[in-house]
């Protein structure tokens, strides 16, 4: 082995921890935000919490952009756009649905069984809208427009980096920069829809997610359509929220 190799081999182990560090490190900020926030006790109309979650927001996007993950990856083909948005649409309407006042009128008992069975309520207690923090009525539009944001440009696209783009490769190829888009595991398919549905409390829809978002990117070989489609189901669900007063999605 000669000089030029063990530089080349050495460069390349030094691509995939940058890589490594661009994907996990804005998502790993986010869930350590999430656990210290959660050793805290606060009154269910603190509107502190929707200040931090708006921090949150901007330090994770500024991560993000520092980072830049995407330099590992084509940009947006415009001709993914109307699958990307199709699949958002359709995720939204599954996350939504089982918990509308529609199915509870028309199939109490489905509606009792799923927020009984279907939910982690030691994750996230659904609390009626006037005691949200993020309720425009008690932290002002700009705190409760910043969650709308947060949820919706920054976490989205930060999951989709490092659960599709990081974590499903990563299993597929230690090199994960090495490992298609497009290649298909039936296992590491279900563990990672499976890991990503126990980050959410409503984990049956989030298993749904997380199938959809990860087909896509398998289907279109584009981790900005799923980020798309991610983005897309998370801006409308908090549009959603924020018109329906419907802040058990929050």
């Not at 309520?121 to 609390?127: H, T």
């Not at 980096?161 to 039936?186: E, I, P, S």
Request: glycine fraction near 6%.
């Amino acid at each position: 082995m000669n000089n030029e190799t063990i530089t080349e081999e050495a460069a390349e182990r030094e691509e995939l921890r940058e890589a490594t560090r661009a994907h996990v490190a804005p998502f790993v900020f986010w869930i350590v935000c999430i656990f210290l926030l959660g050793q805290f006790a606060f009154d269910d109309d603190d509107v502190f919490r929707a200040w931090v979650y708006a921090a949150q927001s901007v330090v994770g996007a500024g991560l993000f952009l520092y980072y830049r993950p995407w330099r590992w990856y084509a940009p947006l083909n415009m001709r993914h756009v109307p699958l990307a948005l199709l699949v958002g649409v359709g995720v939204f309407v599954v996350w939504i649905f089982p918990q509308t006042a529609w199915v509870a009128e028309r199939a109490p008992r489905f509606a009792s069984a799923y927020a009984t069975y279907m939910i982690f309520p030691p994750w996230k207690e659904a609390l009626p809208p006037e005691q949200s923090p993020y309720d425009p009525a008690w932290c002002g539009w700009g705190l409760a427009l910043m969650r709308l944001a947060g949820s919706a440009f920054v976490i989205a696209v930060i999951e989709e980096f490092f659960w599709r783009g990081w974590l499903y490769r990563w299993m597929l190829a230690r090199n994960f920069l090495k490992a298609d888009l497009g290649t298909y595991d039936r296992g590491l398919f279900i563990m990672v829809s499976v890991v990503f549905a126990l980050e959410h409390a409503q984990y049956l829809v989030g298993f749904f997610a997380g199938i959809a978002y990860l087909w896509l990117m398998l289907r279109t070989r584009d981790i900005w359509a799923t980020a798309l489609a991610h983005v897309v189901t998370n801006f409308l669900l908090g549009l959603y929220v924020l018109l329906a007063g419907a802040y058990q999605h929050w």
